[in-house]
Nanobody, 125 residues
Framework: QVQLVESGGGLVQAGGSLRLSCAAS????????MGWFRQAPGKEREFVAA????????YYADSVKGRFTISRDNAKNTVVLQMNNLKPEDTAVYYC??????????????????WGQGMQVTVSS
């Protein structure tokens, strides 16, 4: 079992930046891929970004490509989502998630077994 604790959410104006961090404990951090998801009110949880165990494979949702960057530090057991040029439509609760495997098999929530508590990101226009 993996425990995940997120930090860094908050309120920002459109065009601004936020840096989300997720600290993991439990299983060896380098043994699983990590991902970020988000859920806006009234909508389903959607994929944002994912990174394989060593950072060699990265995926982004089309809606965030070129604006968001996912990275990980296996020595510090952390994964970071740097969000730039934020838009009001990025407003959501953001979750980090740990996969069951080192690689990224699918981009849906079902591939991720452990979840953080979620944190609010609000982008004002």
């Amino acid at each position: 079992q993996v425990q995940l604790v997120e930090s860094g959410g908050g309120l920002v104006q459109a065009g601004g930046s936020l840096r989300l961090s997720c600290a993991a404990s439990g299983r060896t951090f380098s043994s699983y891929a990590m991902g970020w998801f988000r859920q806006a009110p009234g909508k389903e949880r959607e994929f944002v970004a994912a990174i394989s165990w060593n950072g060699g494979i990265i995926y982004y949702a089309d809606s965030v490509k070129g604006r968001f960057t996912i990275s990980r530090d296996n020595a510090k057991n952390t994964v970071v989502l740097q969000m730039n040029n934020l838009k009001p439509e990025d407003t959501a609760v953001y979750y980090c998630a740990a996969s069951l495997s080192r690689t990224i098999t699918t981009l849906g929530p079902s591939s991720f077994a452990s979840w953080g508590q979620g944190m609010q990101v609000t982008v004002s226009s």
